[in-house]
Structures are given as structure tokens and as C-alpha cells.
């Protein structure tokens, strides 16, 4: 069914949110900038219009998923610090005081299953398109971008042989039970111990002990898959069966691959992960997925990001990249700054690109400031992750990787815009020109006084 709107009418028992919160709010004055309507008629094709209960109010979810990304929440706290926060219900639409949470924290999961990346991308685009009403990003801005790959981690224990054969092992003797099979052993309370025993024959750097540990946990693994294999055919119900067979399939790539085996699986809730090595010092893998990130060069606002899969190469994702930033902005660019890793891409644009590090003689000073502040997108990675919720994506699945890392995006975006509202307000009451100076000056001071001081 098609959402319904919330309409607030105030009453007698009822108290209006104008007279709580201060209307010169950065929060406040951004709800009014963002077009509501405009995101309400993309979303609103997604659902049906003559078939099941109304799904709750678009301005009421859109704007939890503004505040979430931006706030660095999780859907539970998020809930419950909105009824606490009138600022945060006027952003949502509201217009007097709510006491009761609006929607149940599991309406943001269903919301992101069913609009997925691409009806999301208009959250994304809303921001461009403020902060370009209020000034802060400009036609120019938009021609010299910056553009850079990092690594989503996913949220997953790090994948040790002996930790991957104790949870496939633990989790298809669970999904046995609850289809009512019957198994000959199950090893839970060996296979704990055995874990246990070869994480810290490890520590204490008795290899053989550990391997030998490890031998043994791969061993109870390939007896419950035989046991389970057998006994498939028993299971009545269609929908278990299905869900154990793709565990079974999960299981059986875990107990037979190598060290040298590529693709591989580690995560068994998360077969996709991959594992990318970025050369970092303190971090030689990372468990994710990568993400293109696209950010003007002149103020780092977010116009373009897109969570990649396959982990490819750098250059190879220059394309898709420059593409999304043409129709979110509907601006082509012109000049595009990348670094060393983009070395031999393939893109076919009518946009330039320039390599960090190379910059000819003959370059002029504007270029070569253009060039320098290639190296500005690193920072705004940085707060992606630690600020936004891309360090450790909870969201499950592909889909879940493309919908965290746009609205991480768009969570960035937001609190530069609440960061320049704020800045506007401050900068209202002081003066900045010459001529508001001497205004100041002349309606504080005496006539016989105007002099200004050296």
C-alpha cells in the first residue's frame, strides 16, 4: 500500500513544537531547504497502491535515515533518542510533541530491503541540491572533482580456518534441529573447547597443538555435513530445505578450500565478503567490499559513492563513478584528480584525468593548487568512517554494503550543511565588509568619535 501521511493537529492535550524549540535551529531551517515532495514522488513508486496496510510516512522515514547517518546511530537508539529530541521530530514533519516513537525500529530494515541503492540515491541528491541553493557548492565546483577507493569492512570476527569450521559446524547443526532432523552428534560443547584450546596454543606459540586442534574441528565439520547431506531428504518443509542446502553449499567450499583458493569464504552469514590488502601498516587485510567516494575539490561535499563488489581494479571503476556524478548533478566534469592506483584506466569521457604527483613545468599556479588538493578526499574517508557508520557495516548482504555506503554519504553531506547553517548564523550578527564596519562603528559611537582606530 501506498504511505500514508502523518498529519499533527494540535489540541487541547497537545503541545506544539514552536513554543520547544528556537526556529533559528540549524536543524530546523534545513528541513525547510530539503524537498520533501520531490523525494516523496521517487519513493512512492515502490509501492503498491491497492494492496496491504499503508507503510508509514515517507518524511517520517527519509528523515530517520537523514539523522541516523548524520548522528552516527543505530536503528534502536535512533528510535529512542527521537522521542527525546523535538528538533529531530520537527525535522521529521511533526508540529507538536510526540511522547511515542513514530514507526518500530524494524521499519527502517524493511524500507532499505524494499528501495534499495538506487531509489536511495535521491537522499544523496537532495543534499547536492541544497547546499547548491544555499551557495555552498557552485557550477565550478562541480567540474574539478576528486575521486578515491577505501575498503567498507564488514561486520565479522576475523576469519581464522579453525573460527570458519566452528561456526559452519555450530550453525548447520542449529538450522538441523529447527527442521526437526535428528543427528548422530552435534560437537557443541567439543568444538568450543577445541576453539578455545587452539587460540591459545597459538598465543602460547605451540603450533602443533593448534593444528592439531584445528585438524580435529575441520574433522567434526565434514562428519556433520555427511550427516546432514544424508538425512536432506527428510526435511518436509520447502523453505528449511532451501536454507539448508545453500548453508550445506557454504559449508562444503569452507571444509575443502586452501590457503591458495580464490575466490574464498569468510564470513558464513556473509559468503561475499572479500579480502582486500591496502598496504596499511596496522591493517594488512580488510574484510569488505570496496567504495568509490566522489568529492568536489574545492569544498569536499559528496557528490558520487558506490560500493563495488569483485574487488576491481581502481581505474576500471573511473566510469561508473564520473556517471553518477553526471546524473546527480546533471553537470559533466571536467577535470577529474586521482592518484597513483588509477594508473592505466580505461575511461572514455570527455573529462580529463590528472594523476597525483605528475604535474608538468609548463602547469599553471591555479592547476597546481588543483593538483595539491587531490589528497583532501583523504580526510573526508576518514570521516565517512569514524563519523558515519562506514567502518563496520552492520547491514546484511550486497545490498545492505550499497545502501550503508550511500548513506554514510548522505550523512556527511548533512552535517556540513548544519555546519554552514550554524557558521551563517554567527556570521549574521557579525560584520565582515568595510562598509559594515564603519555602520557598526557609527551607530555605537559618538558623532565627535567616528574616527575609526588605526
Known amino acids: 500500500m501506498l504511505p500514508k501521511r502523518t498529519d499533527c493537529v494540535p489540541n487541547l492535550f497537545t503541545v506544539s513544537l514552536k513554543k520547544v524549540i528556537s526556529l533559528d535551529h540549524p536543524l530546523v531551517k534545513l528541513a525547510d531547504q530539503i524537498d520533501w515532495e520531490a523525494i516523496r514522488r521517487e519513493i512512492e513508486p515502490a509501492f503498491c497502491d491497492d494492496n496491504g496496510r499503508p507503510g508509514a510516512d515517507v518524511r517520517v522515514v527519509i528523515g530517520l535515515f537523514y539523522l541516523k547517518h548524520a548522528f552516527d546511530q543505530s536503528d534502536e537508539d535512533l528510535i529512542a533518542r527521537w522521542v527525546e529530541n523535538p528538533y529531530w521530530q520537527w525535522f521529521c514533519g511533526f508540529t507538536v510533541m510526540q511522547h511515542e516513537s513514530p514507526i518500530d525500529d524494524s521499519t527502517l530494515s524493511r524500507w532499505r530491503s524494499r528501495l534499495g541503492a538506487e531509489k536511495l540515491e535521491v537522499m544523496l541528491q537532495q543534499t547536492i541540491q541544497v547546499a547548491r541553493n544555499m551557495g555552498q557548492v557552485r557550477k565550478q565546483h562541480l567540474e574539478n572533482i576528486n575521486v578515491d577507493t577505501t575498503v567498507q569492512p564488514k561486520a565479522i570476527a576475523f576469519p581464522t580456518d579453525s573460527r570458519l569450521y566452528f561456526k559452519a559446524t555450530h550453525t548447520l547443526v542449529r538450522l538441523a534441529k529447527n527442521a526437526g532432523l535428528k ?51 527428510c526435511v518436509s518443509n520447502p523453505l528449511q530445505r532451501e536454507a539448508l542446502q545453500q548453508l550445506l553449499m557454504i559449508a562444503t567450499r569452507i571444509f575443502h578450500q586452501k590457503r591458495t583458493d580464490s575466490p574464498k569464504i569468510y564470513s558464513v552469514h556473509e559468503p561475499h565478503v572479500e579480502c582486500i ?75 580529463k584525468v590528472h594523476l597525483a604527483g605528475r604535474i608538468p613545468k609548463s602547469a599553471t599556479r591555479n592547476f597546481r593548487k588543483l593538483l595539491k588538493r587531490r589528497s583532501a578526499i583523504e580526510p573526508t574517508i576518514g570521516h565517512l568512517k569514524s563519523d558515519h557508520r562506514l567502518e563496520r557495516n552492520f547491514l546484511k548482504g550486497k545490498l545492505g554494503d550499497q545502501v550503508n555506503a550511500l548513506l554514510s554519504a548522505v550523512g556527511y553531506n548533512l552535517r556540513k550543511l548544519l555546519a554552514a547553517l550554524a557558521c551563517a548564523a554567527i556570521l549574521a550578527i557579525v560584520p565582515r565588509s568595510a562598509s559594515q564596519i564603519w555602520t557598526l562603528w557609527s551607530v555605537l559611537m559618538p558623532s565627535a568619535d567616528r574616527k575609526l582606530p588605526a
Open 183 to 233: 543427528l548422530r552428534r552435534s560437537f557443541t560443547f567439543v568444538n568450543k573447547k577445541l576453539l578455545v584450546g587452539q587460540g591459545r596454543y597459538a598465543r602460547a606459540r605451540q603450533f602443533k597443538r593448534a593444528r592439531k586442534c584445528e585438524r580435529k574441528l575441520r574433522t567434526n565439520l565434514g562428519r556433520v555435513l555427511r550427516d546432514v547431506s544424508r538425512k536432506l531428504t
Open 277 to 351: 590488502a591496502k598496504g596499511k601498516a596496522h591493517k594488512r587485510y580488510e574484510f569488505g567490499c570496496k567504495v568509490s567516494v566522489v568529492t568536489t575539490s574545492a569544498n569536499n561535499f559528496i557528490v558520487g559513492v558506490q560500493a563495488l563488489h569483485g574487488n576491481p581494479y581502481d581505474g576500471h571503476t573511473l566510469n561508473g563513478a564520473v556517471q553518477q556524478v553526471k546524473s546527480l548533478t546533471q553537470i559533466d566534469p571536467k577535470n577529474v584528480m586521482v592518484d597513483r592506483g588509477y594508473r592505466g584506466h580505461d575511461y572514455d569521457g570527455d573529462a
